[in-house]
């Protein structure tokens, strides 16, 4: 009886650590990043290469009733960064259209209006890239300037 009683908890023990090492040699390896580098150009940033972006440059500025923030962002994983504009409460009335460029390439941009915060779509943020952006303002619709916090470079 004690001798069935070992051989039906070894069992349930081996069917145990079976099931175990199944489940892990059949889970997904470790997502990589949904683009990277240039094919990453003209894609959204929020949910595929924000979660482990750091700030490369940035600038708060003021323009009568207008302020806000420009900064070109930076993700690792997808190796791309963008522009992100953070507009202050009581700005209203101005107007914002953004872009983000690598220098000598193509630009990509977004248009936003009043407070929040907006982003481009993502550049080209491999070594050797340069990482530009900037905002032209708009009040009440007369232009006011163009805001940039100048080039990060890779």
């Not at 009733?65 to 953070?86: D, H, K, N, T």
Request: a positive charge; aromatic letters at 10%; glycine letters at 14%.
């Amino acid at each position: 009886m004690r001798a069935a009683r070992r051989i039906g908890l070894k069992a349930a023990l081996l069917a145990v650590l079976t099931t175990s090492i199944a489940t892990i040699a059949l889970q997904a390896p470790a997502s990589a990043a949904a683009c990277s580098g240039a094919s990453c150009y003209g894609r959204n940033p929020e949910g595929l290469c924000s979660s482990d972006a750091t700030g490369l440059l940035g600038r708060d500025y003021i323009n009568g009733s207008s302020s806000f923030r420009v900064e070109l962002r930076y993700s690792p994983s997808c190796q791309a960064g963008w522009m992100r504009l953070i507009v202050y409460p009581g700005s209203g009335g101005s107007g914002f259209a953004m872009s983000a460029w690598n220098q000598g390439g193509p630009s990509t941009g977004f248009a936003q209006s009043n407070s929040g915060t907006s982003w481009t779509n993502m550049i080209d943020g491999s070594p050797g890239k340069s990482i530009c952006g900037g905002t032209h303002l708009y009040f009440n619709g007369a232009y006011r300037g163009w805001y940039d916090p100048g080039c990060a470079y890779r």
